[in-house]
């Protein structure tokens, strides 16, 4: 019975060495639209694997492990998202004071401060969208997967959060443009 | 003839390469003589890569730490505290448990009114009353003695 347990223990450590080579970077990278924030992020990315290593015998191998795993994040997030106030982060505010000279890294600095405040004012489920599609590169119906909803909805939502930081973009950096007919 | 809103509709499957050969065909033909409809997907890919450029950059540097695993491992490890933080919740939890006691109780006492074990009966029935009392007084320490209502006339 304990052999069988430590055999248990053995592999769970295993699988979690895996998962956190595999899949860590990964999810810390998601983790940081939750929170705009390093530090956060790799506590939120913590909880997760916690989560992960309790619950291991319960994960039944049907769902790909980094959906499983994202799952959890997902949770993990939006009750960071509850409890947390938003806030600038440390960095923003480094990077706010720097001298730039590239007026390309200017533009890019410059649009990266806007999208880093429209995606802190986001709701979980848009912030999400945004980082399955543009971070993560996915396609719609692979964001619909990931989050078991309809590519209906998956669009509409990148619709709103697009049309957010649209708003917010200076004129001269706005890559948007009104649609016709 | 496909319109503008469909083509607005089917922009991220058109640029996902989703749509199917005859639908993608109709798509580019009707860009080629929409300016508008040419302009929202030229604007979707460039708003793509600049969010892309934007996201990465923003991110690529955040690394786990070498430990990071002993240091989940370890947290695995320690056993899990249920936190209530909210009085509210605290309140609900010692009334839940007042009643799950009191139902008990009352169980016990019915049985031990039909006959048969009633020595052993009177013991458990003690054993709930004391402990209802218990928590009873609990509860009543949690709540200022200005919110209680008196019962009865």
């Known amino acids: 019975m304990n052999e069988a347990r430590t055999d248990e223990r053995k592999t769970t450590d295993e699988e979690l060495s895996q998962w956190v080579a595999d899949y860590g970077d990964r999810l810390l990278r998601a983790a940081y639209w939750y929170c705009r924030n390093p530090v956060d992020a790799q506590d939120l990315v913590q909880e997760t694997f916690v989560i992960a290593v309790k619950s291991a015998d319960r994960f039944e191998r049907r769902s790909a492990v980094y959906t499983w795993l994202y799952g959890i994040l997902r949770n993990v997030g939006r009750h960071y998202l509850r409890k ?35 995606m802190g ?61 | 003839m496909i319109t503008c809103k469909q083509t607005t509709d089917s922009v991220y499957d058109f640029l996902d390469g989703e749509l199917d050969e005859s639908v993608k065909a109709e798509v580019e033909q009707h860009m080629g003589a929409c300016e508008s409809c040419q302009a929202l997907v030229t604007a979707e890919r460039e708003t793509a890569k600049l969010l892309q450029a934007v996201m990465t950059t923003q991110t690529a540097g955040l690394r786990l730490p070498v430990d990071f695993v002993e240091t989940v491992q370890a947290k695995a490890a320690e056993p899990t505290v249920i936190r209530v933080s909210s009085p509210g919740m605290r309140l609900a939890i010692a009334a839940a448990f007042v009643a799950v006691l009191g139902i008990g109780a009352l169980l016990v006492n019915q049985n031990s009114g039909t006959g048969g ?17 218990a928590l009873i007084t609990n509860v009543t320490n949690v709540i200022p003695a200005s919110q209680l209502m008196p019962v009865g006339r």
Request: glycine share 8%; no cysteine; proline share 5%.
């Open chain 1, 84 to 118: 947390k106030k938003p806030m600038v982060p440390i960095e923003s505010v480094e990077h706010m004071l720097e001298v730039e000279s590239n007026p390309d890294q200017i533009d890019l600095n410059m649009a990266t401060e806007k999208v880093e405040e429209v």
């Open chain 1, 121 to 181: 004012g986001l709701s979980a489920e848009h912030r999400e969208v945004m980082v399955l599609r543009y971070q993560d590169g996915l396609k719609v119906r692979d964001i619909a997967d990931a989050l078991g909803i309809t590519s209906g909805t998956v669009k509409s939502r990148l619709h709103y959060a697009r049309d957010a930081i649209r708003r917010n973009l200076p004129p001269d950096l706005n890559l948007f443009v009104p649609v016709g007919t």
């Open chain 2, 117 to 133: 074990g009633g020595e052993q009966a009177g013991v458990y029935t003690n054993m709930f009353a004391s402990t209802n009392l």
